[in-house]
């Protein structure tokens, strides 16, 4: 097994990827550490891998408060004894964010506060807790979007996954020689909840799928499995790196047509 005895806390496990990745961490032989604000949703999560045989705890925590995300460090250390895997995937696209001239400042603050100080706030207080064990790996989800500009923009999304993306190499290079690995996964559009509402509408839906090679949306268990080599050993010598997993959006400049 690929995290055989690891630790491994995952916020955002209550949906999407974030939960599959759980599934298939725990799979791997990984202790879980599920996080989300959703608690029927990470209940399920656990529950789900309990009853497969697997082990794992749920810990709410919105990532976006600091003492939540100091708390469920302390609760994973506390479980377990330790933490090997840091995977910051909660993340929020909202509805009313678009156009940089039409975009409120209370959808930059949401956004900003989840998605860029809900990263910064996993690692202040798991990266002491993984160097008090010898290091371990951190994961931080970003998007395409942040190498890829689009007319059909969410600019505080994109901003904010652009700042994920800066600072997983910041951190990867500060801790490089404490033994902490940091590195980024840049999904493309994925079969999950967050897309769910932006591609309901069909005339979105044709024009995001037009630029993808591939012709399809990602399933969630394509990036899990990404997510899985990025929290094992197999990626060791790999750290400050952006994973791109996106059917060939950010190689294409025009793409098949059938
Ligand atoms: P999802 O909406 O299915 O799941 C996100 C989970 O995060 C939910 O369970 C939610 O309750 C939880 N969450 C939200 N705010 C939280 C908070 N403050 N604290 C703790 N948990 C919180 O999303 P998904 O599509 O699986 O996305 C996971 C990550 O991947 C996100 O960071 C997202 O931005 C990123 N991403 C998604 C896509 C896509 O196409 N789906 C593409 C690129 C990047």
């Not at 995290?3 to 791997?28: C, H, N, P, Q, Y």
Request: hydrophobic letters at 45%; proline letters at 3%.
């Amino acid at each position: 097994m690929r995290l055989d005895g690891k630790i491994a806390l995952i916020t955002g496990g209550g949906s999407g990827m974030g939960r599959v990745a759980s599934e298939l961490f725990a799979t791997e032989g990984a202790s879980v550490v599920v996080v989300d604000v959703d608690d029927e949703a990470g209940r399920q999560t656990v529950a789900g891998i309990e009853a497969a045989g697997g082990r794992a705890i749920y810990v709410h925590a919105d990532v976006s408060r600091e003492d939540d995300a100091r708390r469920m460090i302390e609760e994973a250390v506390g479980a377990f004894g330790r933490l090997d895997v840091l995977y910051n995937n909660a993340g929020v696209m909202l509805a009313d964010d678009g156009s940089v001239d039409a975009t409120s400042e209370e959808v930059w603050d949401r956004t900003l506060a989840i998605n860029v100080k809900g990263v910064a706030h996993g690692c202040k207080y798991g990266i002491p807790a993984m160097i008090a064990t010898g290091g371990g790996s951190i994961i931080n989800v970003a998007s395409f979007v942040a190498w890829m500009g689009a007319a059909t923009s969410q600019t505080a999304y994109t901003a904010s996954k652009g700042a994920v993306l800066a600072m997983t190499r910041e951190i990867a290079v500060e801790y490089a020689r404490k033994g902490i690995r940091c590195n980024a996964l840049c999904p493309g559009p994925i079969d999950t909840p967050l897309l769910a509402e932006l591609l309901a509408d069909p005339a979105q839906r044709e024009r995001r799928f037009v630029h993808i090679p591939m012709g399809r949306l990602g399933r969630p268990e394509e990036l899990a499995r990404a997510a899985l080599f990025l929290a094992s050993d197999e990626s060791s010598f790999m750290t400050g790196a952006s994973l791109i997993v996106d059917g060939g959006i950010t190689a294409a400049y025009v793409t098949p047509v059938d």
